[in-house]
């Protein structure tokens, strides 16, 4: 059965800006009693889907969109693969199916949000934080291979501009290559050095839409990249006075989007992990404490041989409902506090 229901997803193409398709397939195709959806307008054209059963303390949460390119999905056995296997459509199986057992199982006060656009900005967490209110715990579903994180890194994503002056290639010396000054300033980039952070590890960057028109036989006078920084407790707060002191007079760098290094929620009694990769938890405040936990491996997401295991659905079903009950049981202790705290001062 969650081979087929992943599979169902799987067919559909929701790259990042046509999630809207794969949410009306849910919509139409997958019921559960007793929950309602609520459609959240993201303002972009895509929408969120928010199911809830009573008054929703604990929601499970996690994205619509994929990365390109659409993968179609291959079954074989144990493993399904193709895009959205891990991230994230076998996390909407997974939430999917441990709110079915839950439901069965007579419990209440929980829902499950499916948001767009996590992979470009997070705007459909961004919407849903501002429409949900009163939630105590959200637990955001990502391949973590089945386990409880305890902190992931943040990011710093800039647009960066690299201005030369142009010419015929064969009279090199009449212009000034936007490529050979981006060289040099990868070259400083390579060689900035940032404290190792004792809980995240180093700071890394990737260079990516690199972009520049020339013909072959001309010297380029603009080259364009954004530079995407995955930043830690220690090195978060330095890197916009470090690119300013490498840029040069010929280079532009303006900050597209920020993320601070996160510490998740965690609870005793799991395997625990860091990440090096962001999610929608950071937008999610207002929803109360996050954590991270999902099947499937980040180490295939996004890659031609993404993929995921069944049996690590399966066991992941098993922690959510487990998470699930432990959080509810700090929710019952907590309430015992306030009453008996109440009962105090009067």
């Not at 069944?310 to 998470?323: C, F, G, M, P, V």
Request: proline share 4%; with cysteine.
């Amino acid at each position: 059965m969650i081979v087929k229901e992943l599979e169902q997803l799987m067919k559909i193409n929701s790259s990042s800006g046509k999630e809207m398709e794969l949410a009306d397939f849910i919509l139409g195709n997958f019921h559960l009693p007793g929950a309602v959806p609520e459609k959240q307008d993201v303002g972009d054209g895509t929408m969120n889907l928010f199911y809830r059963w009573g008054t929703p303390e604990i929601i499970f949460c996690t994205h619509l969109d994929t990365v390109p390119p659409y993968i179609e999905p291959v079954a074989d056995r144990d493993i399904v693969s193709g895009r959205g296997a891990c991230d994230a459509k076998g996390q909407i199986i997974t939430a999917w199916n441990a709110c079915k057992e839950l439901l069965h199982e007579g419990e209440t006060n929980f829902g499950l949000l499916l948001v767009a656009g996590e992979e470009t900005g997070s705007k459909g967490a961004k919407a849903a934080n501002n429409l949900i209110m009163d939630c105590k715990y959200v637990i955001i579903g990502e391949p973590t291979e089945n386990r409880l994180i305890r902190a992931g890194k943040g990011i710093r994503l800039y647009d960066v501009q690299i201005r030369g002056i142009s010419c015929h290639s064969g009279y090199p010396q009449y212009g000034d290559s936007a490529i050979e000054s981006m060289r040099t300033f990868l070259n400083r980039l390579s060689g900035l050095e940032f404290p190792i952070d004792p809980v995240l590890g180093p700071t890394t960057f990737n260079i990516g839409m690199l972009a520049s028109g020339n013909a072959y036989n001309v010297l380029p006078d603009l080259v364009t990249f954004k530079l995407y920084v995955r930043t830690t407790f220690a090195s978060h707060d330095l890197i916009e006075d470090a690119l300013i002191n490498i840029a040069g007079e010929k280079t532009n760098i303006a900050r597209v989007r920020e993320d601070k290094p996160f510490e998740y929620y965690y609870l005793d009694g799991f395997e625990s992990d860091i990440v090096a990769f962001g999610c929608d938890g950071p937008c999610l405040t207002n929803l109360g404490k996050c954590l991270l936990y999902g099947p499937g491996s980040i180490k295939t997401a996004h890659t031609d041989n993404e993929h995921i295991h069944i049996q690590e659905i399966d066991t992941a079903i098993t922690d959510l409902k487990k998470i699930f009950r432990t959080l509810k049981k700090e929710l019952d202790q907590n309430d015992s506090h306030e009453i008996r705290r109440d009962i105090r001062q009067r």
